[in-house]
């Protein structure tokens, strides 16, 4: 609604705020004991709306728009993107936890909504940079269906020592999001969304990875072949 008033400050606000949230009520239901299939579907469904619909929305009525269908075409990519990002989240167990597979939902939509949030500080008019805008929407989208890894953080033990200069580090970082939220969380998002792409290409340079891999998971070829395996055998007993 802010969106569509022109009012995208408060609209970036709302999906940082949804943001947020969806990072405290996994972890509130597991201390509570209330997690449920029920609530972990409801929860993909919060946050398509909050990550992808959203987003979309905020970056087709700030420039988007003025590509006429194609700008349409594009936010409803991200979207979908976002949706098949999700569905994969919920369907594919994964023993790797110190990464993610593909650009996590949150992390995309935070892309997308604070590269808009920031131009509009600057004062810069949507219509002046609609390429630039559809190709950061389709990057995030893509990064999204992609195979390429992004740290989790998962292993962080907050209950661990840490290092005095990391402490330091993140009041300062605290500091500059507190002076200039718009510009500092778009930087935060955008090396978060690199972080992926650049940790793949140097692995490629050593041999580790494979152009093809990044939209075939080589996983689901080796559990394909497993599922082979096993029903040639269990026709041929023998």
């Known amino acids: 609604i802010n969106a569509s008033q022109g ?17 405290l009520d996994g972890r509130v239901a597991r201390l509570t004991n209330t997690a449920s299939q029920f609530g972990k579907e409801y929860d993909s469904l ?46 594919h167990d994964s023993d790797e936890k110190r990464f993610f597979t593909g650009l996590p939902s949150p992390s995309a939509a935070a892309f997308v909504t604070f590269w808009v949030w920031s ?9 002046s940079i609609t390429i630039i805008s559809a190709l950061i929407v389709f990057f995030a ?16 033990d907050p209950k661990s020592r840490v290092p005095f200069v990391v402490l330091i580090g993140l009041v300062m970082i605290f500091s500059l999001i507190y002076f200039d939220p718009a510009r500092v969380l778009f930087l935060m998002a955008l090396g978060y969304a690199l972080s992926g792409p650049l ?27 497993r599922d082979s395996i096993s029903i040639y055998f269990a026709e041929n007993p023998g």
């Not at 995208?8 to 999906?15: E, Q, R, S, T």
């Not at 420039?63 to 999700?86: C, E, M, P, V």
């Open 119 to 127: 131009m509009h500080e600057f004062e810069i008019q949507g219509s």
């Open 46 to 91: 919060v946050d398509l709306i909050a990550f992808g619909l959203a987003p979309g929305l905020v970056v087709y009525f700030w420039s988007l728009q003025h590509l006429g269908k194609t700008g349409w075409l594009i936010s409803f990519i991200y979207t979908a993107a976002t949706a098949l990002r999700l569905a994969r989240f919920n369907t």
């Open 141 to 156: 989208g893509l990064m999204m269906v992609s195979n390429i890894r992004f740290r989790s953080f998962k292993d962080f």
């Open 7 to 23: 009012v995208f400050d408060k609209a970036a606000v709302g999906i940082l705020i949804a943001m947020i949230m969806d990072g």
């Open 199 to 225: 940790s793949w290409l140097f692995r490629y340079r050593k041999g580790q990875e494979k152009w093809e891999n990044i939209i075939e998971d080589p996983r689901e070829e080796q559990e394909a072949e």
